[in-house]
């Protein structure tokens, strides 16, 4: 995740860098379509990690447990615990209804 930030970063400061170098010099069309595609692509990148792509079903963790979003299910044989499982609180809260 880490990694994809600096990318991001690097490809905004590379588009930048290019964008300013093309506008300073005389360079050929090449340089500001290149920078421009860094600078996009950047952009589109550190949006997207910064909450655009996150996932909208996360999977609970022990945290979780401790703050009370989530119940721990001890399945027993006899007195020997076999399995658990992490189940989601489920948090809904009623609509009002519309006075007519």
């Known amino acids: ?29 090449s340089l500001p379509v290149m920078s421009f595609f860094a600078l996009s692509l950047g ?3 550190f949006i997207g990690l910064c909450g655009g792509f996150e996932d909208k079903n996360p999977k609970p963790q022990a945290i979780d447990v401790y703050r009370g979003k989530t119940t721990l299910q001890i399945t027993y044989q006899d007195t020997i615990p076999t399995d658990t499982v992490v189940i989601w609180k489920n948090e809904f809260k009623p609509v009002p209804k519309k006075k007519k």
């Open 43 to 45: 952009v589109v990148l």
């Open 1 to 29: 995740m880490v990694f994809w930030y600096i990318v991001s970063v690097i490809l905004i400061v590379a588009g930048i860098w290019g964008t300013v170098k093309a506008w300073l010099d005389d360079v050929d069309y």
